[in-house]
């Protein structure tokens, strides 16, 4: 059975930075792409990153990009979400989710789900 394990959320001043991890486990890693996916009270879910390990693609929302790095770590089948220059708006619970072998920007088609981890960033 898939699990995903989220740590390192918290709580961190505007500017501050924040480094999630998920731990991997009853997957084929190199089969699956891992992404960290946001929900804000009142807000949709947001794929805010994804990395898929059979091609190698990085995919980073508009919003993040130049400011959260994706890395993941297949020796240890995990994946990490380094968050610099943190804003309010990034304040959120995140989910450490897998999907099948690509990316996909669809919530719908996710196929496995963390717990989340809360993160915020205050003004």
């Known amino acids: 059975e898939m699990q995903l394990v989220e740590s390192g959320g918290g709580l961190v001043q505007a500017g501050g930075s924040l480094r999630l991890s998920c731990a991997t486990s009853?997957?084929?890693?190199?089969?699956?792409?891992v992404a960290w996916i946001r929900q804000a009270p009142g807000k949709e879910r947001e794929v805010v990153s994804c990395?898929?390990?059979?091609?190698?693609?990085?995919y980073y929302a508009p919003s993040v990009k130049g400011r959260f790095t994706i890395s993941s770590d297949s020796s240890k089948m995990t994946v990490d979400l380094q968050m610099n220059s943190l804003k309010p708006e990034d304040t959120a619970v995140y989910y450490c989710?897998?999907?099948?072998?690509?990316?996909?920007?669809?919530?719908?088609?996710?196929?496995?789900w963390g717990q989340g981890t809360q993160v915020t960033v205050s003004s």
């Open positions: 989710t897998a999907h099948a072998v690509l990316c996909t920007l669809h919530v719908s088609e996710i196929d496995g």
């Open positions: 009853g997957l084929t890693f190199n089969h699956y792409a």
């Open positions: 990395f898929s390990e059979s091609d190698g693609t990085k």
